[in-house]
C-alpha cells in the first residue's frame, strides 16, 4: 500500500502541473497580449496570477524526473537506467528540435529549446551522474543550484553560454537561428536534487511526509529570509510599490524563470514537496492521475491542438489572426485580451485531452489499467 500511495502521489502532482501547464499554453495562444504578465506597469493581479501559478509547472516537472529516475533504478538496477536515460533524453532532444517547435510556430524559422531540452539533456546528466554515490549527486545538484546567481552579471551572445546560463537567440544561418529558453545549469541541478530525493520514498510514510512538509517549510523561508533584504538567489529586486499590499506582495514573489533564480526553485519546490505529502492523504483524482501517468502523450499533442485551436476562434471572432513575433507582433483589430476567454479555452482543451488520452491508453492496452498505472 505504501508503494501505490508513493507513486500516486507523483502521478497525481504530475498530473497537476500538467493541468496548470495547459493553462500557460493556453493564455499564449487565446490570451496573446502585447505585455508581459508579469510586468508591473502593465499587468493586472488576475493576469500576474494566472501566469505565476504556472511557474509551479517546469520545477516540478524536472525535479520529479529526476526523483521517478531514482525510483526506476531500484527496480532495475543502475546499467538499465543509465541506457533507459540517454535513450529517453535523446527522443526529448528530437522531439523539442522537430515538432514541438513546428507545433509552436506551425513554421520552422526557428529551432525553441524549452522543457523538453531541459528534461534531455538533464535525463543524459543523470545517466553518468547516477554511478556517483548518493552523497557526491546531492553535492553536484547544490554545486549546480545554489552558486549559479552569481554569475547573472556576465552577459554573452556566445551559444554555449545562452545554453548553459543565460538564454537568447543563436543566429545561426540566414533566417534560421536557435533559441534557447531553458539555459542547462540550473536545471541540470535540480534533475539531479530530485534523484538526490529518491531514498526519501523509501522510508515509511509518516516520517516521508514529515520530511516532505518540513523540507517544504524551509525553502519557503529561504525564500522569504534572502528576499526580504534582495540579499541573494533573484536578479529582479522587489520594492514597495506604493499601490497597497496587492502590488507589493506580487513584487515580492516574482521571481526569475530564465534561467531559473534560486529563489524561484524555492518557492516553487517549496510549494510542490508538501503537495506531494497531501496527495500521499488523499484518494486519487482520476484527471490527475490520467496525466500524470502520460505525460509524454500530453505534451506531445497539446501545444499543436492549442495552436490549431486558437486559429478558428480568431477567425470567426475578429476576421483574422495574431502574426509575427515578438519582434513585430501585429494583433487583430477590435482584439482585446480577456482572462474569461482564455479560462473557457483551458477547460475545453482539458476536455478534449481528457478524452483523447483516454482513447490512447484504450487503444495500448485493451485491459482495464489500475488506478496508478502509467509508470
Given at each position: 500500500?505504501?508503494?501505490?500511495?508513493?507513486?500516486?502521489?507523483?502521478?497525481?502532482?504530475?498530473?497537476?502541473?500538467?493541468?496548470?501547464?495547459?493553462l500557460?499554453?493556453?493564455?499564449?495562444?487565446?490570451?496573446?497580449?502585447?505585455?508581459?504578465?508579469?510586468?508591473?506597469?502593465?499587468?493586472?493581479?488576475?493576469?500576474?496570477?494566472?501566469?505565476?501559478?504556472?511557474?509551479?509547472?517546469?520545477?516540478?516537472?524536472?525535479?520529479?524526473?529526476?526523483?521517478?529516475?531514482?525510483?526506476?533504478g531500484?527496480?532495475?538496477?543502475?546499467?538499465s537506467?543509465?541506457?533507459?536515460?540517454?535513450?529517453?533524453?535523446?527522443?526529448?532532444?528530437?522531439?523539442?528540435?522537430?515538432?514541438?517547435?513546428?507545433?509552436?510556430?506551425?513554421?520552422?524559422?526557428?529551432?525553441?529549446?524549452?522543457?523538453l531540452?531541459?528534461?534531455?539533456?538533464?535525463?543524459i546528466?543523470?545517466?553518468?551522474l547516477?554511478?556517483?554515490?548518493?552523497?557526491?549527486?546531492?553535492?553536484?545538484?547544490?554545486?549546480l543550484?545554489?552558486?549559479?546567481?552569481?554569475?547573472?552579471?556576465?552577459?554573452?551572445?556566445?551559444?554555449?553560454?545562452?545554453?548553459?546560463?543565460?538564454r537568447?537567440?543563436?543566429?545561426?544561418?540566414?533566417?534560421y537561428?536557435?533559441?534557447?529558453?531553458y539555459?542547462?545549469?540550473?536545471?541540470?541541478?535540480?534533475?539531479?536534487?530530485?534523484?538526490?530525493?529518491?531514498?526519501?520514498?523509501?522510508?515509511?510514510?509518516?516520517?516521508?511526509?514529515?520530511?516532505?512538509?518540513?523540507?517544504?517549510?524551509?525553502?519557503?523561508?529561504?525564500f522569504?529570509?534572502?528576499?526580504?533584504?534582495?540579499?541573494?538567489?533573484?536578479?529582479?529586486?522587489?520594492?514597495?510599490?506604493?499601490?497597497?499590499?496587492v502590488?507589493?506582495?506580487?513584487?515580492?514573489?516574482?521571481?526569475?524563470?530564465?534561467?531559473?533564480?534560486l529563489?524561484?526553485?524555492?518557492?516553487?519546490?517549496?510549494?510542490?514537496?508538501?503537495?506531494?505529502?497531501?496527495?500521499?492523504?488523499?484518494?486519487?483524482?482520476?484527471?490527475?492521475?490520467?496525466?500524470?501517468?502520460?505525460?509524454?502523450?500530453?505534451?506531445v499533442?497539446?501545444?499543436?491542438?492549442?495552436?490549431?485551436?486558437?486559429?478558428?476562434?480568431f477567425?470567426?471572432?475578429?476576421?483574422?489572426?495574431?502574426?509575427?513575433?515578438?519582434?513585430?507582433?501585429?494583433?487583430?483589430?477590435g482584439?482585446?485580451?480577456?482572462?474569461?476567454?482564455v479560462?473557457?479555452?483551458?477547460?475545453?482543451?482539458?476536455?478534449?485531452?481528457?478524452?483523447?488520452?483516454?482513447?490512447?491508453?484504450?487503444?495500448?492496452?485493451?485491459?482495464?489499467?489500475?488506478?496508478?498505472?502509467?509508470?
Amino acid at each position: 500500500m505504501q508503494k501505490t500511495a508513493r507513486l500516486s502521489s507523483i502521478d497525481m502532482l504530475r498530473g497537476l502541473v500538467i493541468v496548470l501547464m495547459a493553462l500557460d499554453h493556453t493564455r499564449d495562444f487565446f490570451g496573446a497580449a502585447l505585455f508581459d504578465p508579469e510586468d508591473l506597469a502593465k499587468t493586472t493581479p488576475l493576469w500576474f496570477a494566472t501566469r505565476w501559478i504556472t511557474h509551479l509547472c517546469a520545477s516540478t516537472f524536472v525535479l520529479l524526473a529526476g526523483t521517478s529516475a531514482f525510483l526506476r533504478g531500484t527496480r532495475s538496477g543502475i546499467p538499465s537506467l543509465s541506457r533507459y536515460l540517454v535513450t529517453r533524453g535523446l527522443l526529448l532532444l528530437v522531439l523539442e528540435a522537430t515538432w514541438i517547435s513546428f507545433s509552436w510556430q506551425f513554421g520552422y524559422n526557428v529551432t525553441i529549446l524549452q522543457v523538453l531540452w531541459a528534461l534531455g539533456m538533464g535525463m543524459i546528466f543523470l545517466a553518468g551522474l547516477a554511478w556517483l554515490p548518493w552523497p557526491a549527486i546531492a553535492v553536484v545538484a547544490a554545486l549546480l543550484i545554489l552558486p549559479h546567481n552569481l554569475l547573472d552579471g556576465i552577459q554573452s551572445n556566445h551559444p554555449l553560454w545562452l545554453a548553459w546560463h543565460q538564454r537568447g537567440f543563436w543566429p545561426v544561418a540566414g533566417n534560421y537561428g536557435v533559441y534557447l529558453a531553458y539555459p542547462l545549469m540550473p536545471w541540470l541541478g535540480l534533475i539531479a536534487a530530485g534523484y538526490a530525493l529518491g531514498p526519501v520514498f523509501q522510508w515509511q510514510a509518516a516520517r516521508r511526509q514529515r520530511f516532505l512538509v518540513v523540507a517544504g517549510a524551509v525553502l519557503l523561508l529561504a525564500f522569504v529570509v534572502l528576499r526580504s533584504g534582495n540579499f541573494y538567489g533573484d536578479p529582479d529586486p522587489w520594492s514597495p510599490q506604493g499601490r497597497g499590499l496587492v502590488w507589493d506582495f506580487i513584487s515580492f514573489i516574482r521571481v526569475h524563470k530564465y534561467p531559473p533564480s534560486l529563489l524561484y526553485l524555492c518557492v516553487t519546490i517549496g510549494i510542490a514537496l508538501p503537495l506531494l505529502a497531501w496527495f500521499e492523504r488523499l484518494r486519487p483524482v482520476p484527471l490527475l492521475m490520467l496525466f500524470g501517468g502520460t505525460p509524454m502523450f500530453f505534451y506531445v499533442i497539446h501545444i499543436a491542438m492549442i495552436h490549431f485551436l486558437s486559429g478558428p476562434y480568431f477567425m470567426l471572432r475578429y476576421g483574422a489572426t495574431p502574426q509575427g513575433g515578438p519582434g513585430g507582433f501585429t494583433l487583430p483589430q477590435g482584439y482585446e485580451p480577456s482572462l474569461g476567454v482564455v479560462y473557457a479555452a483551458w477547460v475545453a482543451v482539458i476536455a478534449i485531452m481528457y478524452g483523447l488520452t483516454r482513447l490512447w491508453l484504450r487503444r495500448k492496452n485493451p485491459r482495464p489499467m489500475p488506478a496508478a498505472a502509467g509508470r
